[in-house]
């Protein structure tokens, strides 16, 4: 969806128009109004931390310069880069994941591929980490068997 913000002298968005893609485009005319591709993480009572990147005019956090798609991706990849380089314990890796899919999702509330896309690259990461660290990930099939049949039922153990 297309809205038109406007932004004050700091470069923090003072005024936006949500009603709808028409009006944003008739609002965008008006001096000092721009049309920008909404993010579903942006709300009118978050706007302060928000700015347009005027390259593209792509809406962005503040404090970082980036849409929270790129945050996200810069995350994941430094994430990748210090696990293949054996950097990161098992622990401190499931953690940093933790955090990030926090923040990722109070981010991505309204959308479910988040889950999808973040259980994706947790499963891929935590694959590599096994290998990086020589742990095979196929399970073990045990190796002896004895089942037991009384009037009661029957009892079946695996070692």
């Known amino acids: 969806m297309i809205i038109a913000v406007k932004l004050d002298q700091n470069n923090q968005i003072d005024n936006v128009n949500l009603t709808d893609e028409d009006t944003a485009f008739r ?9 920008v591709n909404a993010d579903s993480s942006f709300s009118i009572s978050n ?20 849409t929270p798609d790129e945050e996200t991706k810069k995350s994941l990849v430094e994430l990748t880069k210090q696990q293949l380089n054996d950097s990161l314990t098992k622990t401190q890796l499931q953690m940093a994941l933790t955090t990030l899919t ?44 004895k089942s037991v049949a009384t009037n009661d039922g029957a009892t079946i153990t695996a070692q």
């Open 102 to 145: 926090k923040e990722y999702i109070e981010d991505k509330a309204n959308s479910r591929m988040v889950t999808t896309e973040l259980t994706n690259r947790i499963a891929e990461l935590t694959i590599k980490l096994d290998k990086v660290m020589g742990i095979d990930p196929t399970p073990e099939t045990p190796t002896e068997v």
């Open 47 to 66: 706007r302060n931390k928000w700015t347009v990147r005027e390259s593209d005019n792509a809406l962005v956090h503040i404090s970082t310069g980036m």
């Open 27 to 35: 609002q965008s005319k008006v001096a000092g109004w721009l049309l």
